[in-house]
């Protein structure tokens, strides 16, 4: 144990020429080391107070006046408020007091972050911004003690969540950074992890942390986001070379480990997130920067801070007390609660953003890249946009104004004096953010629920701005009743002005106009309720002439592929439910047969795929390709084929993707190494434009069949069936060229609206641009019929995927997830409810067998969300075989719509 201990108090007039070193150091000794302990998490502001002076001369003065020693003078003086403080503690515990003085001295250190980070799970990812457990204990404890729900709307790092989950409530929890909702989901499954599990995966995290260096070392960095690096942050270099490869490296090393132990990856994920800013050239002051001067010196070597945070996770999971009633995540915008079905809420313990200019996506920038949550430098605005108005850079014309008096008034003297524009229009929409998100929270209130909410104030141009006044203002006429306002700890702004941060008590009792939500009525049917019931009624995609094999658009054809649905059944769908120029989302689009047919329609349609055959088919049809670029395309293909001699490796990695037979054997030699070829081809050039997608795409067909076109052996062109008759050599290019000019010449009419597919798990975060749907319109893979991966699997090898791939990757398919559980379809019925519009329908056409109702199962998953507004059931007798006998259990084709 050290002899003394050391606390910094800044003074802006201590005698230092660097600013940042205009700090007094107390020296304490270790008689004194529970006073030290008491005030170790206190500000310099704090600080300043208990000494009485906010200048060191004055202080130094003082002490010169006493006679004393200036550190001696400060302990004395120290000691006087710590033998206050320890008196008050041996007193009985009391209710929260009105003015609450003592409340401030018993708890304002754990409103910070600071007196949480050493505690299990929390220290995971230190969040500045955030409170301790022991400060949401206290608030339910003395003004929410019998409340059984409990919701967050601005969740940071999920400390009410958890706190309140650990005391035996149901809590529910709102939060719009992917990355916090991350590491939110990945404390909640360490406080649900079974007994058996939860030892199985602390060992394997040690384990991982034993053999990184190795498994970093054996593994191919993840190219594609490198790419997406480029995209986001240009020319910037937040790493030195070394470190940005092995970062690239852990990524690829998590996916495969998300494959084969999903647990393990997500732990393992928040151990490299934590060590992504540490191990850079960037550092968090305030707001996420460069480091300068001797800040460099503190960059940690990212490999072994990841080892150090696995040890931690895993001692952390050893320690963590089980929950029985998981938090849930019921949106990620606040401003979107009162689209849910109401919460029945008791209690609300939470944290809006401070009105203080910090930009809590900028700050969470690399993280976010990490993730894969952000893929441009748009998207980072796009959530600012979508965030409530804490930061100048949030400003948009697109947001509204408050109409509140005080807060007009307050805008009104801003805009006299700020010194930049925006100020004034950012506090004007901070207010008007808060209100619609209170407006929603009042939805899921229960009359005389309570509502504690901790804010700050701000000033700016001195002029201040009383944010916790103004929110009582605002959330007055919505039912909120202000009970008691404490003082929770005092601060000072950039120039010393005084500020505070304040603990707000309200009481929710229904205003007088309140109305409470009902279900539309029959007299209130949605817009294609008529168009429905003709669906039911008349089946028209049974019909002639829509009931024929080959009806539809022929890019429809442009490639083979098992379990897509037919063009006929998707084109009434959209035709139903999507208005002329509205907005769908498909997001389990396979080969894009949903999206394109809305897109024939004039709707913009989106599209999700993980199978990287399936991305660049489906892109291929929702764009238009030109014949030069595809032409440019063949060129630069065919002079790498004449060029480019395959590798032993490539064969012999070939060979050992063997289901029906080992690839070699569908082709003549000479085919088989021009196939070699293209695929290395197109992994060093991905496709980005619809010409080059019609070109792979047109490939990715030809690979089999029982067609001239084909340039395997007879096999079948869905399905690639052991190979039969003899190996003759077909040209690549010849018949390659053959299939992409007949895949030019079908027009597209000119209502087509070109669309986008996304390389993207409809499980994780959803780019922010596929929003203000108006339907979601999907086919989920139906359970326990069609693996996709095995009936499609030489396309999935030319699309990239190795042996290993093929043995890992299909784990992580929602097909076999849901296996396990149908909760895997949350993540994607929250996201489908915040980016619909009012009115938005989801709709989805679902498999039911004798082994499972689907309808049944995704209804009761959806009910946070959606209500049921119909379920429909169609034979299955009408659907084609194509040849292929195993069709799987699938006895009825249903339709469940939600709304």
Not at 121 to 126: N, Q, T, V
Not at 679 to 686: E, I, S, V
């Amino acid at each position: 144990m050290p002899n003394q201990y050391f606390k910094s108090v800044y003074f802006a007039d201590f005698p230092a020429a660097d600013p940042s070193r205009r700090n007094l150091t107390l020296a304490f000794g270790a008689r004194n080391l529970a006073m030290f302990q008491a005030l170790t998490n206190l500000s310099s502001y704090e600080l300043r107070s208990l000494l009485g002076h906010q200048s060191f001369q004055q202080l130094r003065s003082a002490a010169d006046r006493e006679g004393l020693a200036l550190n001696t003078y400060c302990l004395r003086l120290l000691r006087q408020w710590f033998n206050t403080k320890q008196a008050k503690e041996r007193q009985p515990n009391l209710p929260f007091p009105h003015a609450a003085l003592p409340f401030v001295e018993d708890v304002h250190i754990h409103t910070t972050f600071r007196a949480g980070k050493s505690a299990p799970l929390h220290r995971w990812y230190p969040f500045l911004e955030g409170y301790s457990p022991y400060y949401v204990n206290q608030i339910l404890a003395r003004f929410a003690p019998s409340a059984r729900r409990i919701l967050d709307p601005f969740a940071g790092i999920g400390t009410t969540p958890l706190e309140a989950a650990r005391l035996g409530r149901q809590a529910f929890f709102c939060e719009i950074n992917p990355l916090l909702q991350f590491l939110i989901e990945a404390k909640v499954r360490a406080l649900v992890l079974p007994a058996r599990e939860r030892a199985r995966t602390i060992g394997m995290l040690v384990d991982l942390a034993d053999r990184l260096r190795r498994e970093l070392r054996s593994i191919e960095p993840d190219l594609a986001l490198a790419r997406a690096y480029t995209a986001i942050f240009e020319s910037s270099e937040f790493f030195d070379k070394e470190t940005f490869d092995h970062v690239l490296r852990a990524r690829a090393l998590l996916d495969r480990l998300a494959c084969d132990d999903p647990s393990l990856a997500q732990f393992a994920t928040v151990a490299v997130l934590a060590a992504l800013i540490p191990s850079s050239r960037l550092c968090r002051a305030g707001d996420l920067r460069f480091r300068r001067g001797n800040e460099l010196d503190d960059v940690k070597p990212f490999t072994p801070f990841c080892e150090h945070q696995l040890r931690i996770v895993a001692e952390d999971l050893e320690k963590a007390s089980p929950i029985g009633l998981a938090p849930v995540v019921v949106s990620g915008d606040a401003q979107r609660l009162s689209t849910l079905p109401p919460l029945d809420i008791d209690a609300v313990v939470t944290s809006p953003p401070y009105l203080n200019g910090t930009n809590y996506f900028r700050n969470t920038k690399v993280e976010l890249w990490f993730l894969r949550s952000i893929r441009s430098a748009e998207h980072l605005a796009t959530f600012r946009r979508l965030s409530v108005t804490a930061g100048i850079n949030d400003v948009t014309r697109q947001k509204e104004s408050s109409k509140s008096l005080a807060v007009c008034r307050v805008v009104e003297a801003l805009e006299q004096v700020a010194y930049d524009p925006r100020i004034p229009r950012m506090v004007s929409c901070y207010f008007r953010d808060m209100e619609r998100a209170l407006a929603g929270l009042a939805h899921h209130l229960r009359t005389g629920a309570v509502v504690a909410l901790d804010i700050g104030d701000s000033i700016y141009a001195k002029i201040h701005v009383p944010t916790d006044s103004l929110i009582v203002e605002i959330a007055e006429p919505l039912g909120f009743g202000l009970e008691q306002s404490i003082v929770l700890r005092s601060r000072v702004s950039r120039d010393t002005s005084p500020l505070r941060q304040v603990l707000l008590i309200f009481r929710y009792e229904p205003p007088a106009s309140h109305c409470p939500s009902t279900s539309p009525s029959p007299a209130s049917q949605p817009v294609w309720w008529e168009k429905w019931l003709f669906f039911k009624r008349e089946l028209p995609h049974q019909s002639h002439p829509f009931f024929k094999r080959n009806w539809g658009h022929p890019l429809h054809t442009l490639c083979s592929y098992q379990g897509k649905m037919k063009p006929s059944l998707a084109h009434h769908l959209t035709r139903t439910f999507l208005p002329r120029g509205g907005r769908m989302l498909d997001p389990f689009a396979g080969v894009g047969t949903i999206p394109f047919e809305a897109a024939l329609q004039g709707v913009t349609a989106y599209g999700f795929e993980i199978s990287p055959a399936a991305v660049i088919i489906a892109g291929a049809k929702l764009g238009r390709p030109r014949r030069e670029e595809t032409e440019a395309r063949l060129t630069a293909l065919a002079e790498f084929l004449a060029s480019a001699t395959p590798s032993e490796d490539e064969k012999i990695r070939a060979r050992e993707v063997r289901f029906n037979r080992t690839i070699d054997e569908y082709f003549h030699p000479r085919t088989f190494e021009e196939i070699l070829l293209a695929r290395r081809f197109f992994r060093l050039n991905p496709p980005r434009s619809a010409s080059e997608r019609l070109v792979m795409a047109s490939l990715v067909h030809i690979l089999h069949g029982n067609r001239p076109y084909a340039l395997s052996r007879r096999s079948h062109p869905i399905t690639p069936f052991c190979p039969t008759g003899p190996k003759q050599y077909r040209p690549l290019i010849l018949r390659l060229r053959e299939k992409v000019e007949r895949s030019l010449q079908p027009t597209l009419p000119p209502e087509f609206v070109e669309g986008t597919i996304f390389d993207c798990d409809a499980t994780s975060w959803w780019p922010p641009e596929v929003n203000q749907l108006d339907a979601v319109i999907t086919s989920p893979p139906f359970f326990d019929s069609t693996r996709f991966h095995l009936a499609n699997w030489m396309r999935l090898w030319f699309a990239g995927w190795e042996r290993s791939d093929f043995e890992s990757r299909p784990r992580y398919f929602v097909d076999e997830r849901q296996k396990t559980s149908f909760r895997v379809y949350e993540p994607i019925l929250r996201q489908a409810r915040e980016r619909l519009r009012p009115g938005g329908v989801v709709v989805l056409h679902l498999g039911q067998s004798t082994k499972c109702d689907m309808a049944a199962k995704i209804e009761e998953v959806a009910s946070p969300w959606f209500r049921v507004v119909d379920r429909f059931s169609e034979s299955v007798e009408h659907c084609e075989s194509h040849g292929i006998r195993d069709k799987g259990t699938v006895t009825a084709h249903q339709f469940l719509v939600l709304q």
